[in-house]
């Protein structure tokens, strides 16, 4: 009896919450599908459409442009993932295995980078696009990227990489294995779970990020998808079925990724324990 | 064996310097930028600390920041009894609880952008939810333009936040859940405490570290909330909503006051570091276990 009665306090809290949580994300997806007569005749969000139309992803897609947005958010997140997880694997191989005099402020730096507010790093950042010639362009905001998300990775991965028995490690180099073959053989195929969590949480938060765009991004062009989710609104002040199809179309990507692999997701803001 | 001693650094060559160039080096700057007038285009002058004394007399920035401590209030306050409470239910392991996790977790996968101009949409005073469901149960005075009042447009903005917040503190008291052992919770029933007892006596105890982290992250991502801010008001209306991020981003990149901004930042800065090193004190800690 006791069972039942928590079953069905378990089944109606969650559902409730559920539904209060999801609203926002059904207000978006029922503006994103109705004609633009509905919206100026009825002015409310919330209703499901009379007439289901597809057209506004299209004007979304075509003339808001986020065709182009979506290609170059692709190409920022990939190789953003890519080079930062591989270069933070060789800093947390060094960090977890040798001991050495600067270890432990190394490590501590790598954390506290991530935790520091970002406009400590605005204008200065800003600045050095501008003077390297990286301002605008798409290379420069991969590099930032990769150098900003490092802290994280390098902390995630050497925190990991300490739970590999040291046996391992030791018999390598008794064997005489370089240090590099023991990386590349022995500990990187063990790190595959950490790899990844990592890739899924660093593609969500590359995907998403806005105020980086903001700040080194100018030119149309060059746009992500965030900035031109904003861009697109100050175009379509009042189309808001066309916004909500940007909106719906900006979040389809990193949301299928999620749901997807959530286990990883989940696992690495566990063991990370803190947010980028 | 000399070679040994080097080869951690040439591991760590790569990432160090990149690390140096976008995230050590830039830190500095912004202190010095912090005692001067620049407006990013021709030369700097150093000034002391006359952007510091002109910081606490401005109305702006003092808004800015009571704004942040709302935030702050707001997060702690509601994402930590909220996530525990989502975490504790949905711990239980009856069917379909992994789809109720999926649903509520959904947020997260989410930029500040899209979110923001959902809630807006939410928020909209003729015909979003919110208004409408007050006027439909009768409630007219409830109904609120959430976005342009200056009284509470902070709050809804914290409302907005904590729509991913809270899901992120769930996930943190889950992983809390699984350390508190079995055994304990179930002395507890054996000896016939009542649940609640349980829960403050037993569980609550249990999740302290989680509690610990959970409190500090809340507090560090409040004091640095921006991009809700900037997509959903920009500040306004009449810096009404602005917080000490979205200040120092007007004042930098708008203004281009970058030495005003910079000591926007650097206050910022000084205001988080304590919470900073309460969690690198907990790292640490950690570290000497291990």
């Known amino acids: 009896m006791k069972k039942i009665s928590r079953a069905i306090l378990f089944y109606t809290l969650s559902t409730l919450i559920v539904v209060i949580w999801l609203i926002p994300l059904m207000v978006a997806f029922f503006t994103a599908f109705k004609t633009m007569d509905e919206i100026f005749m009825l002015r409310n969000f919330w209703s499901v459409p009379k007439t289901w139309t597809t057209d506004n992803f299209k004007t979304a897609w075509v003339e808001g442009k986020m065709q182009r947005y979506f290609l170059n958010t692709f190409l920022v997140t990939c190789i ?28 501590i730096i790598f954390v506290a980078g991530m935790l520091i507010p970002f406009q400590m790093l605005l204008i200065p950042v800003y600045r050095f696009s501008v003077v390297t010639g ?38 390598a180099k008794i064997d005489g294995a370089k240090a590099f073959t023991i990386y590349s053989k ?41 900035i031109g989710l904003t ?46 | 064996m000399k070679r040994n001693k ?7 060559a790569a990432p160090l310097c990149m690390y140096s160039i976008w995230v050590i080096y830039p830190i500095f700057q912004t202190f010095i930028v912090s005692f001067t007038k620049w407006d990013g285009m021709t030369k700097m002058k150093f000034v002391g600390l006359e952007n510091f004394q002109r910081l606490i007399t401005d109305n702006y920035f003092g808004l800015s920041l009571l704004n942040n401590i709302k935030w702050m209030v707001g997060f702690v306050l509601l994402s930590i009894p909220l996530g525990l409470i989502f975490a504790m239910l949905m711990d239980q392991k009856f069917p379909g609880h992994k789809i109720f996790k999926s649903l509520v977790y959904l947020p997260m996968a989410l930029s500040f952008v899209v979110i923001g101009q959902i809630w807006s949409w939410v928020l909209e005073p003729t015909g979003g939810i919110v208004n409408t469901f ?72 249990a999740l302290r570290p989680a509690m610990v982290i959970a409190i500090t992250v809340n507090i560090i991502d409040s004091l640095r909330a921006f991009d809700i801010v900037f997509v959903m008001t920009r500040g306004g209306p009449f810096y009404s909503s602005s917080v ?11 203004n281009y006051r970058m030495g005003y901004g910079a000591s926007i930042a650097v206050v910022q800065f000084g205001i988080t570091l304590g919470f900073i090193i309460m969690y690198l004190l907990n790292v640490l800690k950690k570290e000497e276990r291990e």
């Open chain 1, 80 to 107: 953003s993932v890519a080079v930062t997880l591989f270069l933070s694997s060789l800093g947390a191989f060094a960090l977890a295995w040798y001991k050495f005099k600067l270890r432990t402020t190394i490590l």
């Open chain 1, 231 to 276: 861009a697109l609104q100050g175009q379509w002040i009042s189309s808001w079925n066309v916004i909500a199809a940007g909106a719906l179309l900006a979040a389809i990507v990193p949301v299928t990724v999620f749901l997807i692999f959530q286990k990883y997701f989940i696992e690495g803001l566990t063991l990370g324990s803190v947010k980028g």
């Open chain 2, 6 to 12: 080097l080869t951690p650094y040439l591991f760590l």
């Open chain 1, 134 to 171: 990286l301002y605008d362009s798409l290379f420069g905001v991969i590099l930032f990227h990769i150098a900003f998300q490092i802290g994280f990775c390098t902390f995630f991965m050497r925190n990991f990489m300490v739970t590999i028995p040291t046996s391992l490690f030791e018999a």
């Open chain 2, 244 to 254: 000490m991020a979205n200040y120092m981003y007007v004042q930098a990149f708008h």
């Open chain 2, 134 to 205: 007050f006027r439909s149960i009768g409630l007219e005075q409830l109904a609120k333009p959430w976005l342009s009042d200056p009284k509470i447009v902070t709050y809804s903005l914290i409302a907005a936040a904590l729509w991913r917040q809270i899901p992120y503190v769930m996930i943190l008291f889950l992983a809390g859940l699984k350390n508190v052992s079995r055994e304990l919770v179930e002395a507890a029933i054996v000896d016939g405490a009542k649940a609640t007892q349980r829960f403050w006596y037993v569980i609550l105890p």
């Open chain 1, 186 to 226: 022995i500990i990187m195929p063990l790190l595959k779970p950490a790899v990844a969590a990592l890739s899924i949480l660093e593609f969500t938060w590359i995907w998403n990020d806005y105020l980086w765009s903001l700040i080194l991004l100018q030119s149309d062009a060059k746009k992500t998808v965030t």
